[in-house]
């Protein structure tokens, strides 16, 4: 009688390990990622920071990942949370119209830059319009609504992000703004902030919810993504300026997510090309990883994927 009843509570410990997901199913050794992409980051003409988590295991992997680099449009990510946490408070609506009006014009590039004086848009449609497509015109607006550089970056503050920060527009940092650009981060933090949204502690679980879902959509996928196939879901926000080119990424693969950031600076190669050398090292990392994380896939590019292929933004 004891044999058996021992037996059932193995039984059920095992059911409720299974049902809660803490299964430790075998993982590649994460060791091997350093000797394969530190050659890359070593011969990079430029600096480059790489920061990886496995988030099954909570295995990390750093390449100077606590250093500053500019975040270029990744600074998107962090006011979108900014902003998502005065909706959560009730201060903004999220499906809201709001009216633009032509002194928020910065980019005719932009589509929110064509707008009309006095058009009428959704709030959550300039949230989309800022992560997916990297909208420069709706990204400020939404800085703005926010509270600004400094709402947001005491936001940060306050959650623990002691390097990420806001730099444009935002009173006392224009020494940082010279430095950095529009914002500046670690790609150990810009991860974490994504991981976040990842696991709904950003802000709300509703609201992280939202945000990933937004974060899903994105325009931009010449990079990072062009080395996971497209029926795999992501998570991304990608950043650049002629000498600076980033990713934040989440893969949702088969065997199991995994995280990472790949930011570079002072790049020798400036050219607006889909082979710049900043590109070209975020699409080596990418694939890299998809290959250590699915070693028994067999994708690859398809021939010709260049055609449509742009020049970011």
């Not at 193995?10 to 530190?38: K, M, N, W, Y």
């Not at 800022?130 to 607006?141: F, P």
């Not at 989440?250 to 790049?267: E, K, M, N, R, W």
Request: glycine letters at 8%.
């Amino acid at each position: 009688m004891r044999t058996r009843t021992l037996a059932a509570l193995v039984f059920l410990l095992l059911a409720a390990l299974h049902s809660s997901g803490c299964q430790s199913p075998e993982r590649p050794d994460l060791a091997e990622l350093t000797a394969e992409i530190s050659p890359l980051v070593k011969a990079f003409d430029g600096r480059a920071g790489v920061y990886i988590k496995d988030l099954v295991t909570g295995g990390e992997v750093g390449i100077n990942a606590d250093t500053l680099y500019p975040t270029a449009s990744m600074i998107k990510v962090p006011i979108m949370v900014a902003l998502f946490d005065r909706i959560d408070a009730g201060e903004f609506d999220y499906q809201q119209s709001l009216t633009y009006v032509d002194s928020l014009f910065y980019s005719d590039a932009d589509l929110t830059g064509e707008l009309r004086d006095s058009a009428t848009v959704l709030l959550s449609e300039m949230v989309f319009l800022s992560i997916s497509k990297s909208d420069n015109t709706a990204s400020l607006w939404l800085q703005e609504l926010a509270g600004g550089g400094t709402t947001i970056n005491a936001w940060l503050a306050r959650q623990g992000f002691e390097q990420t920060r806001v730099n444009s527009r935002t009173p006392g940092r224009r020494g940082d703004w010279e430095v950095f650009g529009w914002g500046q981060t670690t790609p150990r933090e810009m991860a974490r902030l994504m991981e976040w949204v990842h696991e709904g502690r950003a802000v709300s679980p509703a609201a992280s919810h939202e945000m990933l879902r937004v974060l899903q959509r994105p325009w931009w996928d010449d990079e990072a993504l062009s080395e996971v196939p497209p029926h795999v879901e992501v998570a991304s926000k990608s950043g650049a300026v002629s000498a600076s080119k980033s990713e934040v990424v989440l893969v949702h693969a088969p065997s199991g997510p995994y995280l990472f950031c790949v930011i570079t600076a002072d790049q020798a190669d400036t050219r607006w090309t889909n082979n710049n050398a900043g590109y070209e090292l975020i699409r080596g990392v990418s694939r890299i990883l998809w290959d250590h994380f699915e070693p028994s896939s067999a994708w690859s590019l398809p021939e010709g994927w260049e055609r449509y292929a742009g020049s970011d933004e």
